[in-house]
């Protein structure tokens, strides 16, 4: 269940904040179901024990759920330790981040195997892909993605669509506060 908690919050963030870089998170998280869709297919190797999941038809090899959480693990750390770096957040929350992080990814991956999904290989392959792809997804966003952000905000599709860049603010949750309170301080009374 927790990768569909986290696509949620995603498409929550996107809707809601238009914000680009969450976007292309989300790209890579399909990106990366997409591959694990395709190796499935490629590898087509067997679950443990079919008779214990019989409504379930995929392949064994590798693991969606240790892809997914091995992406998620990937991406998330990449992104407190290379964007967030130390800008907005204090190194306790940030170690808590990571502690997070990765103690979810092995308690999925665990229940995986514990419940019989899957065999130990089939979630170690796939947490590994799923590591390597949003290693890969995070660069490719933070260096060559990031850099054209300004020129996609301003385009007439992002301007239709309000999409928003926040690299450039330390401390979004702050930054957001002090906008609505000068909003709200600069509005004048509407009547109820």
Same mark, same amino acid.
């Given at each position: 269940?927790?990768?569909?908690?986290?696509?949620?919050?995603n498409?929550?963030?996107?809707?809601?904040?238009?914000?680009?870089?969450?976007?292309?998170?989300?790209?890579?998280?399909?990106?990366?179901?997409?591959?694990?869709?395709?190796?499935?297919? $490629?590898?087509?190797?067997?679950?443990?024990?079919?008779?214990?999941?019989?409504s379930?038809?995929?392949?064994?090899?590798?693991?969606?759920? *240790?892809?997914?959480?091995?992406?998620?693990? *990937?991406?998330?750390?990449?992104? $407190?330790?290379?964007?967030?770096?130390?800008?907005? =957040?204090?190194?306790?929350?940030?170690?808590?981040?990571?502690? =997070?992080?990765?103690?979810t990814?092995?308690?999925?991956c665990?229940s995986?195997?514990?419940? !019989?999904?899957?065999?130990?290989?089939? %979630?170690? %392959?796939?947490?590994? %892909?799923?590591?390597?792809f949003?290693? %890969?997804?995070?660069?490719?966003?933070?260096?060559? $993605?990031?850099?054209?952000?300004?020129?996609?905000?301003d385009?007439?599709?992002?301007?239709?669509?309000? !999409?928003?860049?926040?690299?450039?603010i330390?401390?979004?949750?702050?930054?957001?506060?002090?906008?609505?309170?000068?909003?709200?301080?600069?509005?004048?009374?509407?009547?109820m």
């Amino acid at each position: 269940m927790v990768p569909i908690f986290i696509i949620i919050s995603n498409v929550t963030l996107i809707v809601s904040r238009r914000d680009l870089h969450t976007l292309f998170y989300f790209l890579g998280c399909l990106s990366n179901e997409l591959s694990n869709y395709a190796l499935k297919s $490629l590898i087509m190797q067997q679950r443990p024990f079919p008779s214990l999941h019989p409504s379930i038809e995929s392949s064994g090899m590798p693991s969606n759920h *240790a892809q997914f959480m091995g992406f998620f693990c *990937a991406y998330t750390t990449l992104f $407190l330790s290379i964007r967030l770096s130390q800008r907005s =957040l204090s190194r306790r929350t940030t170690l808590f981040i990571y502690l =997070l992080c990765i103690s979810t990814t092995l308690i999925v991956c665990y229940s995986r195997v514990y419940l !019989l999904y899957h065999t130990l290989f089939q %979630v170690i %392959v796939g947490i590994t %892909v799923g590591g390597l792809f949003g290693t %890969v997804w995070f660069l490719v966003v933070h260096y060559a $993605l990031t850099p054209i952000f300004p020129r996609i905000t301003d385009s007439c599709i992002g301007q239709f669509l309000m !999409l928003q860049d926040f690299t450039h603010i330390n401390n979004f949750v702050q930054f957001e506060y002090t906008v609505v309170r000068n909003h709200i301080r600069i509005r004048p009374e509407v009547p109820m």
